[in-house]
């Protein structure tokens, strides 16, 4: 059951919406805001993977343990029906990546093995009488795990460190010494990664280790990282994507399609173009080949296309024809068309595609796997007979997993939030269109209305920008923007021009040119929901984090309209970030024209920094210490430059977290509580939005696309 209790550190947020209880609603109970601890109430669903008969669905179920401040993980087994699920392990861990072996009486999986210093492991379950088994013992953890065709191997990839450049070497220290710890060597061109620290260096390899365990058997070589593994039909070969060129450091986008011969480890490059091509995925019949890729055109944004060969690699064809919306991921349907996922206005979809290119959706509410903001998300499986299980989202709701069924109707299996929700109103989603003050061009967002929403009251509003900048929000569930609206604001979350969702031509509207025009729909947006006349023109504040950081940052060097501004892992100066971000070797060259030394112009008249003279908002900041793909440095600029101006101006600093600030719960918590207590010495109203309504019923029925 959710804790009733409140965390110390949002309780300025909490006490500025009232802190009340609802009164009771007509038809039930008193429900409550949406609180901090909360966050550590959530589960999700993740990773569903049906069963090769279709009759039982694996998938992975996420929670968060509240006294580590960790996302727990557990495989849990539920019937195609609904009529019955249970977890695989007695309490939640590590485990994950659970994969059908090709006849379904057996589930490989990934988890940590017991024992001290071990890591993580492939183990195999044996479903009659679930007897579980380790068959690694590897140095590594494993992913990509891909069954053979007669289910007697399982490949898998992972990395393999090499010894790397080694300059001097160090005396013998005197026994009993205590020197400092020794130096590093780095002549490797990422040298560091998000999330992850100091790259170690080495590659990502394929391995095959039998089903029954033992010695994997290492396949690849080379300076390469090879993924993306699937098994021809006979099990004589097995197909990878990887970059095996000699300039492939400073080409991060390229990759091809090769298959090896299991016999004698011999490659064959099956595709050779610039551009990506990977996911290999093998046809029912095992004659061709589908897979993703695009013609390298160094833009900002290329829509990922779906293509069908032969197995030899022979007869190259885009079955995409004019589709719009880049494809996230194939599987095929019988021997003559696709399902694929992808992204359409904010809403991930699944749809079947015909080899003319036609699309015909299916399923239209993928999603709920981004617990912290409303990106879109999710992720599927598929039999041969079509039946898919997939992981359903809703704006009120994290994943849960839902079936289509062979008639083509949908059904939720699942209810993992419910309990939570029978004593929690969260805020209702609205959509919004408008029409950009720059060029007309159409523009799509969403409000978040706080709950006991009255259109009578005038509320404060806080405009949130999303990140990527190529990426996409839609009508999902957002733990931080239901914790804004707990605290009595009307969020509105917006799709400005560079989104993804709404085809390559609206992406790359800000190629080479953003920040720019997106600025125009962002201001757009805020007076199109000010005309509905429930939002106070006067408390408007606004939050973005990386993409949305660096537009959070641009608009308070543009107005001044803004009550307060809290601006989470910037870039701020364009020509420090493309010299200092881990993703370097791709930033310089598909997001501006040139090198920063041969145009430095260019990168300085996008950096927020060459607004600064203009700022009066006030401006949190608020980064991970261990960010390396918008550095710590990016926000300490911009925070010294606002307090040389005398601009009123604070900084927040998360230690250990990566640009994925609220990868932790507690940290996710810290990361709202901190600006909303920013936007409370700038609020001005009292907070007005103190009830909430019961929740009304909702169907079993997952929405499917008519």
């Known amino acids: 059951m959710p804790f009733a209790r409140r965390l110390t550190l949002c309780a ?63 495989i849990w087994l539920l019937s195609a029906d609904g009529a019955s699920q249970r977890p695989l392990f007695p309490e939640p861990g590590s485990y994950g990546s659970p994969r059908w072996s090709p006849d379904g009486d057996r589930l490989a999986y990934v988890a940590k093995a017991s024992g001290e210093g071990r890591g993580a492991e492939i183990f195999v379950r044996y479903m009659d009488d679930g007897t579980t088994v380790a068959i690694t013992n590897l140095p590594e953890s494993p992913g990509g795990l891909a069954w053979s065709p007669d289910g007697t191997q399982i490949a898998f990839a992972m990395f393999v460190q090499d010894d790397g450049l080694t300059l001097a070497k160090p005396p013998k220290k005197p026994e009993g010494a205590k020197w400092a710890e020794p130096v590093k060597v780095i002549d490797q061109m ?56 000699d300039d492939h450091e400073l080409d991060p986008v390229e990759s091809d399609i090769f298959s090896m011969s ?6 064959t490059r099956l595709t050779d173009r610039d551009g990506p091509d990977t996911g290999p995925t093998l046809s029912p019949d095992g004659k061709r080949i589908a897979y993703l890729g695009f013609d390298d055109k160094r833009l900002g944004y290329h829509g990922v296309k779906a293509y069908v060969m032969n197995t030899d690699g022979s007869g190259v064809r885009d079955v995409s024809g004019a589709f719009d919306r880049s494809i996230d991921d194939i599987s095929w349907m019988g021997n003559e068309a696709l399902l694929i996922q992808y992204d359409d206005r904010g809403r991930t979809l699944l749809g079947r595609l015909d080899f003319d290119g036609k699309v015909t959706p299916l399923i239209k509410d993928i999603g709920g796997t981004a617990i912290g903001r409303p990106y879109t998300s999710g992720g599927f499986t598929a039999t041969d007979t079509g039946v898919v299980a997939y992981t359903s989202g809703r704006s009120n709701r994290p994943a849960d997993i839902a079936i289509l069924r062979a008639d083509k109707t949908a059904r939720r299996l699942t209810r993992l939030n419910d309990d939570l929700a029978a004593d929690i109103a969260f805020g209702d989603v609205e959509e919004l269109t408008w029409k950009s003050s720059a060029d007309d061009l159409e523009v799509q967002g969403w409000i978040l209305k706080p709950p006991q929403f009255d259109p009578s009251t005038k509320y404060p509003m806080i405009l949130e920008i999303h990140g990527g900048p190529f990426a996409a929000y839609g009508p999902q569930f957002s733990a931080e923007a239901q914790l804004y609206a707990a605290a009595g604001y009307v969020v509105l979350y917006t799709n400005p021009r560079g989104s993804t969702s709404y085809g390559a ?79 370097y070797p791709f930033f310089y060259k598909y997001w501006f024209d040139k090198p920063p030394w041969e145009d430095n112009e260019a990168y300085w008249k996008r950096s927020p920094l060459s607004l ?14 261990a960010d390396y793909r918008t550095p710590m440095s990016e926000t300490e600029q911009f925070y010294q430059a606002l307090k040389l101006r005398e601009v009123e101006t604070a900084m927040v600093r998360v230690p250990g977290a990566s640009h994925l600030i609220a990868g932790r719960p507690s940290n996710l918590v810290a990361k709202v509580g901190n600006i909303l207590g920013w936007f409370d010495k700038y609020r001005t109203d009292a907070g007005d939005a103190d009830g909430v309504d019961a929740e009304a019923a909702e169907s079993d029925e997952a929405s499917a696309s008519e």
């Open 12 to 74: 300025s947020f909490l006490v500025a919406s009232g802190g009340a209880v609802a009164a009771a609603a007509a038809d039930g109970p008193a429900k409550r805001p949406f609180e901090a601890l909360d966050v550590f109430e959530l589960e999700y669903a993740s990773d569903p993977q049906i069963s090769p008969d279709g009759s039982d669905i694996a998938y992975v179920r996420r929670s968060m343990d509240v006294m580590t401040d960790t996302a727990r993980s557990n």
């Open 190 to 245: 990422v040298y560091r990664r998000d999330g992850s620290g100091y790259a170690r260096p080495g590659s990502r390899h394929v391995f095959v280790v039998s089903a029954d365990g033992g010695t994997p058997r290492r396949l690849t070589d080379g300076a390469f990282d090879h993924g993306s593994i699937e098994w021809s039909a006979d099990g004589a070969s097995i197909l990878f994507s990887a970059n095996r060129n």
């Open 262 to 267: 299991l016999a004698d480890k011999s490659v």
């Open 505 to 583: 031509d609206f992406a790359n509207e800000i190629h080479h040119n953003y920040p720019g025009q997106d600025y125009d729909d962002l201001m757009s947006g805020v007076d199109a929901l000010i005309a509905k006349g429930y939002v106070d023109k006067d408390q408007l504040f606004v939050t973005g984090g990386s993409g949305g950081g660096v537009l959070s940052a641009w608009i308070v060097g543009k107005t001044g309209r803004f009550a307060a501004a809290a601006v989470a892992k910037p870039v701020i100066n364009w020509t420090s970030f493309a010299l200092t971000a881990d993703g």
């Open 612 to 625: 600064v003279g203009n700022v009066t908002t006030p401006t949190m900041l608020i980064t991970g210490e």
